[in-house]
């Protein structure tokens, strides 16, 4: 059973920082994809950022790059997203998602092909 839990959401200023862990399991790393989805409310659902198990390959939504890095632990299962220099634009419930690689389509268009998500973790941020 793939488990999918989100940390690290909370109330920081415009200009804070967070730190959020996504811990997995129950999924083979090597064929999926972990991504950090955020929905909003009245906005599109948004991959922030998407990482291969595969080959290790990452993408950062352009209006959060250079403020946000990612990176992953393939043995643990774990993806961290870095957030920096936030925005108020960044408020949203943050979902760790898991998809099987999708060879025909990047992850960063896998708004509606993700197959498991987690409980969600709300960051919010205040200008």
């Known amino acids: 059973e793939v488990q999918l839990q989100a940390f690290g959401g909370g109330l920081v200023q415009a200009g804070g920082s967070l730190r959020l862990s996504c811990a997995s399991s129950?999924?083979?790393?090597?064929?999926?994809?972990i991504g950090w989805v955020r929905q909003a409310p009245g906005k599109e659902r948004e991959v922030v950022s998407c990482?291969?198990?595969?080959?290790?390959?990452?993408y950062l939504l352009d209006s959060v790059k250079g403020r946000f890095t990612i990176s992953s632990d393939n043995a643990e299962n774990t993806v961290v997203l870095q957030m920096n220099s936030l925005k108020p634009e960044d408020t949203a419930v943050y979902y760790c998602?898991?998809?099987?690689?999708?060879?025909?389509?990047?992850?960063?268009?896998?708004?509606?092909?993700?197959?498991?998500w987690g409980q969600g973790t709300q960051v919010t941020v205040s200008s």
């Open positions: 998602a898991v998809e099987p690689d999708l060879k025909y389509r990047h992850c960063s268009d896998y708004g509606f092909f993700w197959a498991y």
């Open positions: 129950g999924f083979t790393r090597d064929d999926h994809v």
């Open positions: 990482s291969y198990g595969a080959n290790g390959r990452t």
